[in-house]
């Protein structure tokens, strides 16, 4: 006799899946792709065709030999982590090195705790870190746009907005003096600006973040809670003394703030689940990421502020639940 088994409610379906939430996600980084594309030309496309073939391959590896398990890199994850990686990476970065992270996201970020779904950091930010702590000196080598566009490994290279304001500020220069020495916020916004492969073109990335909240990919919650807090710590510090700290507008459009917002906060596996929670944990990355950026030494800051705040989005889904389906209020007692 056969069985009725009833689950507990909801039984309505969105209609989502794995597969086809990677797959917009990927569809969503494609405006920044063409832009580092068109501003960095060869090395762009070799970095993140590296990469992502480099994920995916290792994924498959460590699936099928390690893990005995069925492959699957067709859901799109995996892509997803390589473009991600690609991203956070200088486009003049030997091969070599960018196939060692990729082996760190998947390997150590991603496979070793279960795969997909059970990765408490992300992926390409466990890789970017590393790489970034191992190889620093290649991290850091950032081409210039335009000028290396024919140019891989021998590409012109320059220090970034963010590294020129830091180093200035530090040397007690005022900030008014250094904005001769940064592109106009104009072009920090259409990407005329040396840093990461994905991380140049604001324009580009605001362009993802709409596509995935069209499509109900992720929600707004994370990325306004951290655009929102960076700009409300940093214009205080900036109105509090002007010629000291850079306004918000600069930090905001320099280095990797919106991409780590919009694709990399946003990480399913990594992210609070409630929206109160999402809440707390993005503004946890603004306000870490500008403590970085302003009293640490490193002039960028996003990377470890996320996987700070992945450490804790266990503690704040334990204690900021979200209400269960159905759920009535408790009645006080008079």
């Not at 005022?174 to 106009?184: D, G, K, R």
Request: proline residues 7%.
């Amino acid at each position: 006799m056969n069985k009725l088994i009833v689950s507990p409610s909801p039984h309505v379906h969105s209609g989502d899946s794995v597969q086809k939430n990677m797959y917009g996600v990927l569809l969503a980084l494609v405006p920044a792709l063409a832009a580092s594309v068109w501003f960095f030309g060869l090395g762009a496309l070799i970095v993140t065709l590296t990469s992502v073939l480099a994920c995916v391959l290792f994924e498959h590896l460590i699936q099928k030999h390690l893990l005995k398990k069925p492959s699957t890199i067709m859901d799109g994850s995996a892509a997803v982590t390589g473009l991600l990686l690609a991203f956070n990476l200088p486009t003049n970065i030997p091969l070599g090195l960018i196939i060692i992270g990729a082996a760190i996201a998947i390997g150590m970020g991603k496979m070793s705790f279960g795969g997909l779904g059970q990765n408490p950091f992300n992926p390409a930010l466990v890789g970017r870190v590393f790489l970034l702590i191992s190889f620093p000196v290649q991290m850091t080598s950032w081409p210039v746009p335009i000028a290396a566009r024919g140019a891989y490994i021998d590409a012109v290279t320059g220090p970034t907005p963010l590294s020129v304001v830091k180093e200035g500020l530090s040397a007690g220069r005022p900030f008014s003096e250094l904005t001769a020495e940064i592109p106009s916020y104009l072009n920090l916004f259409m990407g005329q600006m040396g840093g990461s492969a994905g991380e140049v073109a604001g324009v580009a990335l605001l362009l993802g973040l709409l596509y995935m909240l069209i499509k109900k990919i992720v929600t707004w919650h994370i990325p306004v809670a951290v655009v929102g807090s960076i700009a409300v710590f940093t214009g205080v510090l900036h109105l509090s003394d002007p010629q000291a700290y850079a306004g918000p507008l600069f930090h905001l459009l320099t280095g990797g703030v919106l991409l780590g917002a919009f694709f990399m906060a946003t990480d399913y596996a990594s992210s609070p689940m409630s929206k109160r929670g999402m809440l707390l944990y993005g503004a946890g990355i603004g306000i870490i990421t500008v403590l970085i950026r302003i009293y640490g030494s490193y002039p960028e800051g996003v990377s470890f502020a996320i996987l700070i705040m992945n450490a804790f989005t266990p503690l704040i889904d334990k204690y900021i639940k979200p209400k269960r389906f159905g759920e009535k209020p408790a009645v006080q007692k008079a």
